[in-house]
């Protein structure tokens, strides 16, 4: 880390006392508090997260060959599946921002 004289030392202090706060949060963070956030939003962030994750799923196995596909599950079930649960997060990701707004 680079080093940075300072002459004054109350500008020296609050860029420790800064530092020291900095380092406390990522501490009480955790991993999945750095990857997500902190604050109202988060549980945005994760269902949203969740959707993508799902969506990507089903994409990934809707444009397999159908020779690597199950037989016993196809594509008509897997979007009947996948459909009503991305429709519902998507409901609750909405609800959620007009409760935000006051709407």
């Keep these: 880390m680079n080093?940075?004289?300072i002459q004054?030392?109350?500008v020296a202090g609050k860029i420790i006392a800064a530092n020291a706060e900095n380092e406390k949060r990522k501490?009480?963070?955790g991993f999945l508090g750095?990857?997500?956030g902190s604050g109202d939003?988060?549980?945005l962030y994760i269902?949203?997260?969740i959707a993508l994750g799902i969506l990507l799923i089903a994409?990934?196995?809707?444009?397999?060959?159908?020779k690597f596909r199950s037989a016993d599950f196809g594509l008509k079930e897997l979007w009947s599946l996948v459909l009503p649960v991305e429709m519902t997060i998507i409901g609750y990701l909405i609800g959620s921002r007009s409760k935000e707004t006051g709407g």
């Design 47 to 49: 269902v949203g997260t």
């Design 27 to 29: 501490a009480e963070l």
């Design 3 to 5: 080093k940075i004289e």
């Design 34 to 36: 750095r990857f997500f």
């Design 59 to 66: 994409l990934v196995y809707t444009l397999t060959p159908e």
């Design 41 to 43: 939003n988060v549980r």
């Design 8 to 10: 004054d030392p109350k």
